[in-house]
Each structure stands twice: as structure tokens, then as C-alpha cells.
Nanobody
Framework: VQLQASGGGLVQAGGSLRLSCAAPRRTFSRYAMAWFRQAPGKDREFVAAIRWSGGSTYYGDSVKGRFTISLDNARSTVYLQMNSLKPEDTAVYYC?????????????????WGQGTQVTVSS
């Protein structure tokens, strides 16, 4: 299963970006999608997650109120709208998919990963 992440780029502090992650239609069930990020020298950090069924959302503390995760079932695509960006948001952003419920913030529980897209926020 390949997840295609896109939408990264360079933006000034206070600006916005929208990331997209296309998930191929599959024959097996999928449970939820998420975004993680990883800055140089740091661990992978949970950003946000959304369930395919019902659309319940979950956010990491550092992005609450600024980022919004959403999905388009018809396009099998998940979005991450990032507003009020800060230099500390600079990282490679990864989308991920999981089959089962568990701990949203634990990257080891995700079954599939996209290739990552770079987000750079200048001060």
C-alpha cells in the first residue's frame, strides 16, 4: 500500500499550507489516518489523526487550534490544513494509516507510511 503525501513547501511564519495524502482504495478495511512529523535530530511526533468512519479527530498538543485534519472519502484523501505556522513546525511531514484502534500517538502502531513532504517555516 502506498500513501502519496504532497503539499509541503517554504512559508513564512504566520502563513498557511495544506498537505494532502492520497490513500489507494483497498479491498481490506482501514481504520484511521494520521499525520506525523520529524525534525532533524528529533523523534517522530504525532500531529493529528482521523477515523475514516465518523471522522473523529485527535491532535497533538503543539498543533491544537492551528491545524485541522479532514478527509474526503470520495477521493480517499486526507488533508492537513496548517495555519499560523511557526518556525518550530519545520519538519518532514508523514502520513500514515492504521487498521486497528490503539494509541494514536504511537507511530509503531501504524501499518503504512507515505514518503514524507518537507515543510519549512521561516522566521
Amino acid at each position: 500500500v502506498q500513501l502519496q503525501a504532497s503539499g509541503g513547501g517554504l512559508v513564512q511564519a504566520g502563513g498557511s499550507l495544506r498537505l494532502s495524502c492520497a490513500a489507494p482504495r483497498r479491498t481490506f478495511s482501514r481504520y484511521a489516518m494520521a499525520w506525523f512529523r520529524q525534525a532533524p535530530g528529533k523523534d517522530r511526533e504525532f500531529v493529528a489523526a482521523i477515523r475514516w468512519s465518523g471522522g473523529s479527530t485527535y491532535y497533538g498538543d503543539s498543533v491544537k487550534g492551528r491545524f485541522t485534519i479532514s478527509l474526503d472519502n470520495a477521493r480517499s484523501t486526507v488533508y492537513l490544513q496548517m495555519n499560523s505556522l511557526k518556525p518550530e513546525d519545520t519538519a518532514v511531514y508523514y502520513c500514515a494509516a492504521r487498521r486497528y484502534e490503539g494509541t494514536w500517538s504511537n507511530p509503531q502502531e501504524y501499518n503504512y507510511w507515505g514518503q514524507g513532504t518537507q515543510v519549512t517555516v521561516s522566521s
